[in-house]
């Protein structure tokens, strides 16, 4: 059995000490392929540097909503605004372009935590999906209670994003839209979680060629885990469990998803 966990940061401190274990554990785990994000600039050459050292980790770099700030300076003059900083997307683009690098993410809107101001958020986001369209790459989608301006933007970008709604914890609404976009939709722990009651019903409706598995590592452990640091290994909860909301089993669960992130990421 093969998995593929779509969403991780292993580039986080938390694995600054065992790193090599986490990704062997994953291996033996049977988590042979990792896509790690990136949520800045620094983090996502780290996650570039890692990509290059570990075999079956793959990056996608660009701009989280909580960092959008780091990607924007006060434009010259008296009543100027928010401006996009030139020399961050200069570096996004070469880092978008080295070998390794699968996609743009993680980018997108948080308005439960708004460490951004929501205007730069937007900003940010909105120039990103034009890159992913330049450059023709998928993106990995972070939305928290901005369903409305998320859809927004995805569809008044220049070309027709190609991507995943991470960690997908919005409402059948939110999911009808993704599907009628061609998006993913990414499942990760919370499926696992007694309380969040409502996702089954709709990862029900997802077609089995548009699910993708994850962890979120180190955040957002899955059950039996809660509670503890998550790593990739971990993965092979959340597609238990999916598998069992499903009822399929879990080698074709896995090898479905596994397919669906070759074909939405690229690899071969
Ligand atoms: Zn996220
Ligand atoms: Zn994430």
Redesign the pocket.
């Known amino acids: 059995m093969q998995l593929f966990d779509s969403?991780a940061?292993l580039e986080s401190h938390k694995f600054a000490h065992d790193r090599d274990q986490v990704v062997a554990r994953a291996h033996s785990a049977g988590v042979t392929r990792v896509l790690s994000?990136g949520s800045d600039l620094p983090t996502g050459e780290a996650e570039v540097a890692l990509a290059r050292e570990y075999q079956g980790v793959f990056a996608a770099v660009g701009i989280h909503a909580h960092e959008a700030h780091t990607a924007l300076h006060q434009a010259p003059g008296q009543k100027g605004g928010l401006e996009l900083d030139e020399r961050v997307w200069e570096r996004l683009r070469q880092l978008a372009g080295l070998p390794g690098v699968v996609a743009i993410g993680?980018i997108g809107l948080d308005y439960h935590y708004d460490f951004s101001p929501r205007e730069a958020q937007r900003l940010v986001l909105a120039r990103q999906l034009a890159l992913a369209g330049e450059l023709d790459l998928p993106v990995v989608l972070?939305n928290r209670e901005a369903d409305q301006d998320l859809r927004r933007l995805v569809e008044a970008a220049p070309r027709p994003s190609r991507g995943v709604l991470?960690c997908f914890l919005a409402d059948q609404e939110m999911a009808d839209w993704a599907l009628a976009r061609g998006l993913y939709i990414g499942v990760a722990g919370p499926i696992t979680f007694e309380k969040v009651r409502h996702l089954p019903d709709i990862v029900r409706r997802v077609p089995l060629d548009r699910l993708l598995v994850e962890t979120?590592a180190p955040y957002l452990a899955p059950y039996p885990k809660r509670g503890q640091r998550n790593e990739p290994a971990f993965v092979r909860y959340v597609a238990e469990r999916l598998a069992g909301i499903l009822g399929l089993p879990l080698d074709e669960l896995a090898q479905r998803t596994t397919e669906n992130a070759y074909r939405l990421f690229g690899i071969s």
């Open positions: 969403h940061h994000c993680e972070h991470h979120d």
